[in-house]
C-alpha cells in the first residue's frame, strides 16, 4: 500500500475544463421545413400572376383542351422565384448509319438561384431530325431548340408544381413540339393537295424511322434497289417515305409486296 509521502510525490494533473455546446436537432430529411399554409399562400399568388401572363398571350399553345407553356413562360416564373436556367452543354449525335442516319444535338442545362448561383436542378433534351417540323430544318436550328428544351426541362422540375397549381399542363410546350402540335402536321401525298385538302386541319402523323426502314427492307428482299424502292414512292404520290401518314402505311406497304 502507497505511504502518505509516495501519494504526496506523485504528479498532480491539473483539471481540464471541457466547454459544453447545445447541437440544435438535425432535421428529417422529409420533415415539414415551412407551414404549409404559408407555401400554398406565395405559390397561389405566383400561380395567379402567371396565368395573368398567359391569358393575355395572343397565341397560347394549347393541345386537347390543355394549355402548355413555353420556354418564355417557364423564364417569367422563374424571376418569381429568383431563378433562372442557363445551357451548359450541347454535342452533336447521330444515331443509325448512312440513308437511315438521325442526326440532331444533345444539351444539358441547370436552373439556378440567381442570388448564390446555386443549381438547385439540372436537365437533358434532344432535337433531332427525324421530328416532323425539324427533318427539314437547318442543324443550327436543331441546337438551339434543344438548349430550349433542356433549359425549360430544368425549371419544370422545379416549379412545375406552381404551373399545375395555376391550372396548366406541367409539361414544357417545346416537348410537345413535333408530336401534338398542329402547325406541326406532316407533308401529305401530292394526291391530297391537288385534290384541294390542302387547308384540311386534320394533322395525320407520319410513320416512324423503323416503319420508313421497313419499306426499303422488303425492297432488299425483292432484289430492289433504293432508287427503285423512291420510284415506286413516287408513283404513289410520296418524294419521301418520311411523307407517307401512319394511317396510310399498311396499304402502301401492301402495294409493296404486291408490285
Not at 422540375?157 to 406552381?162: D, E
Not at 384541294?196 to 434497289?225: C, M, R, Y
Request: hydrophobic share 40%; with cysteine; proline share 7%.
Amino acid at each position: 500500500m502507497a505511504t502518505a509521502q509516495q501519494l504526496n510525490d506523485v504528479p498532480r494533473i491539473p483539471p481540464q475544463s471541457v466547454e459544453l455546446t447545445l447541437q440544435p436537432p438535425q432535421p428529417h430529411a422529409l420533415a415539414i421545413q415551412c407551414a404549409p399554409n404559408i407555401v400554398l399562400e406565395e405559390a397561389t399568388r405566383a400561380a395567379k400572376a402567371l396565368a395573368d401572363v398567359i391569358e393575355k398571350k395572343p397565341n397560347k399553345v394549347v393541345f386537347n383542351g390543355k394549355t402548355y407553356l413555353q420556354f418564355e413562360d417557364w423564364q417569367t416564373l422563374g424571376r418569381f422565384y429568383g431563378v433562372t436556367a442557363v445551357a451548359r452543354s450541347t454535342r452533336f449525335v447521330e444515331y443509325g448509319e448512312g440513308d437511315y442516319a438521325i442526326r440532331g444535338f444533345e444539351a444539358t442545362a441547370d436552373a439556378l438561384l440567381v442570388s448564390n448561383n446555386q443549381t438547385i436542378s439540372s436537365a437533358e433534351a434532344m432535337c433531332l431530325d427525324d421530328e416532323p417540323n425539324w427533318r427539314r430544318k437547318p442543324l443550327f436550328q436543331l441546337k438551339s431548340m434543344a438548349q430550349t428544351r433542356a433549359c425549360a426541362k430544368s425549371l419544370r422540375n422545379v416549379l412545375a408544381w406552381v404551373v399545375v397549381l395555376a391550372g396548366y399542363a406541367p409539361t414544357p410546350a417545346e416537348e410537345m413540339d413535333g408530336t401534338e402540335t398542329p402547325a406541326m402536321c406532316s407533308p401529305r401525298r401530292k394526291t391530297e393537295i391537288k385534290a384541294g385538302n390542302h387547308n384540311d386541319p386534320a394533322a395525320h402523323p407520319t410513320i416512324s424511322f423503323q416503319q420508313q426502314k421497313e419499306l426499303f427492307d422488303i425492297g432488299t428482299e425483292k432484289g430492289w434497289t433504293r432508287p427503285q424502292v423512291m420510284a415506286f414512292l413516287a408513283k404513289h404520290g410520296y418524294d419521301q417515305p418520311n411523307e407517307i401518314t401512319v394511317a396510310a402505311f399498311a396499304q402502301v406497304r401492301a402495294e409493296l409486296l404486291e408490285d
